[in-house]
């Protein structure tokens, strides 16, 4: 069993930024690693993923060149730098992991985090 805990959601005005931290209760560098949102009245939406042996991560369109997704294999964190931060960035933020190389918006996620609410306003 692998636990996922998020923080660092809060309220913060367009074009500010946050951090997103999610703590892997163990083996993070074994899992493929996801964030994903789900917004008010919207349904759940990939942001990106962070296959097992990368660096780099893969990004949905609406976030592309603003979100940043990094891994702390020593301390088992996943953590999202979000920048520029639009209105629609608002949501619910999840991460997820999955016991394989890769994954994106359509694999069926093994471990899901309780979520930390970003609220973005004008």
């Known amino acids: 069993q692998v636990n996922l805990v998020e923080s660092g959601g809060g309220s913060v005005q367009a074009g500010g930024s946050l951090k997103l931290s999610c703590e892997v209760s163990?083996?993070?560098?074994?899992?493929?690693l996801a964030w994903f949102r789900q917004g008010p009245g919207k349904e759940r939406e990939w942001v990106g993923s962070?296959?097992?042996?990368?660096?780099?991560?893969f990004y949905a369109m609406p976030v592309l060149g603003r979100f940043y997704m990094s891994r702390d294999t020593i301390n088992n964190i996943l953590t999202l730098e979000m920048m520029s931060l639009k209105i629609e960035d608002t949501g619910m933020y999840y991460c997820?992991?999955?016991?394989?190389?890769?994954?994106?918006?359509?694999?069926?996620?093994?471990?899901w985090g309780q979520g930390t609410q970003v609220t973005v306003s004008s």
């Open positions: 163990k083996n993070i560098g074994d899992h493929c």
């Open positions: 997820a992991a999955v016991a394989q190389d890769s994954c994106d918006r359509d694999t069926s996620y093994t471990y």
């Open positions: 962070l296959y097992q042996r990368r660096t780099v991560g």
